[in-house]
């Protein structure tokens, strides 16, 4: 008897204990840092999507904002409608010619002792979806120049910056760092190296001042869902695979790539949730270290990454592709 009320008593107590960390938790997310007007912040991959309506929001915010685009059209359009405060600047995140560039001319607009308060590596691409077989190295090396290496070098460019405003950097990877998608390795790939890249960097940073964030949104319908371009090229690089392989896969399985792109039509298109948590991640005193974004991030992929491979396994490969070759061993 004495047993159980003492352990009715702790039980309470720890339930009180883990509430207030929770209400001291969330009250000290909402401390800002403020001052946005004397602090700049460079985001790149700013042409559409998340970059666009990120640059645009921190520039309504009164930050002085960088706004990196791979386009002409994408430097015009966002200057036309920000104000005068924001500057567009023609930027390819694989070129370091472009990089430097950019470093010098931001480094030409700040004042000295200001620094950079936030870099945020946003610009990616999707790349190839497929069979693996049918990905070379040069599919992988595409997206890795953009995905990873475009965040090493950025990173390695404005870090003397971001250390004279003891400021963030904010990497953009993808629902939680192991999970792979069977046809969508060599963006996996490269969105692991974000993960891997990123923990490295903040573990490095922490004694500069320099603290590291990582975005894992999940499924996104930005304009790197580009249904049309995505179907062509999974066609395109199957046309250019070794015959064997096009004869074991058959062509009439690619028929079944369109359900799997359909599929992604589905998802989210809450597009200022991601932008949201970016404001975050530059605006909070206390920023989080990585955030989750979005229903099947935190419901789907985030249990999946703690159950047994059989488990998700089974639920990742839940598509309708199939290739003759499998299929013919089924029916023999
Ligand atoms: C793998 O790719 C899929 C499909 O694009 C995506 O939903 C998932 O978040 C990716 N995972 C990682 C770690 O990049
Ligand atoms: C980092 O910040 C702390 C606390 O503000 C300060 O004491 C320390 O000198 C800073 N370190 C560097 C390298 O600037």
Redesign the pocket.
């Known amino acids: 008897m004495e047993d159980c009320l003492l352990s009715y008593k702790t039980a309470w107590m720890v339930a009180v204990a883990v509430a207030v960390y929770y209400v001291i938790r969330w009250c000290l997310l909402q401390v800002t840092v403020g001052d946005y007007d004397r602090k700049y912040v460079f985001v790149t991959g700013c042409d559409s999507g998340f970059g666009k309506l990120l640059a645009k929001r921190l520039d309504s915010l009164g930050f002085q904002v960088f706004a990196g685009c791979l386009t002409e059209k994408g430097v015009t359009d966002l200057q036309a409608s920000s104000s005068e405060s924001l500057k567009a600047i023609l930027l390819d995140v694989t070129n370091p010619e472009d990089i430097a560039k950019a470093v010098k001319l931001v480094e030409e607009i700040i004042p000295p002792d200001a620094g950079l308060w936030s870099l945020v590596n946003n610009a990616g691409v999707i790349g190839p979806l497929g069979f693996p077989d049918c990905f070379t190295r040069d599919h992988y090396e595409k997206v890795l120049a953009v995905n990873m290496y475009g965040v090493i070098d950025m990173t390695n460019a404005f870090l003397p910056l971001l250390r004279v405003a ?1 400021g963030r950097i904010i990497n953009v990877a993808s629902v939680l760092g192991r999970i792979s998608i069977r046809t969508c390795i060599p963006y996996n790939i490269s969105k692991h190296a974000v993960e891997a890249y990123s923990d490295g960097l903040r573990r490095s940073l922490r ?3 320099v603290s590291v964030h990582i975005l894992e949104p999940g499924l996104f319908r930005t304009e790197l869902f580009n249904f049309d371009r995505i179907l062509k090229n999974i066609y395109k690089d199957f046309e250019a695979a070794p015959a064997r392989t096009q004869e074991y896969y058959g062509k009439k399985c690619l028929e079944d790539f369109t359900w799997v792109v359909k599929l992604m039509g589905f998802a989210s298109t809450q597009f200022h949730k991601v932008v949201n948590t970016h404001v975050h991640a530059i605006t909070a005193k206390y920023p989080k270290h990585r955030y989750l974004v979005g229903y099947d991030a935190h419901c789907y992929f985030w249990p999946l990454m703690y159950l047994p491979e059989w488990i998700s396994d089974f639920c990742l490969n839940i598509e309708f592709v199939s290739p003759a070759g499998t299929r013919k061993k089924k029916n023999d």
């Open positions: 003891q004694s500069q001042n």
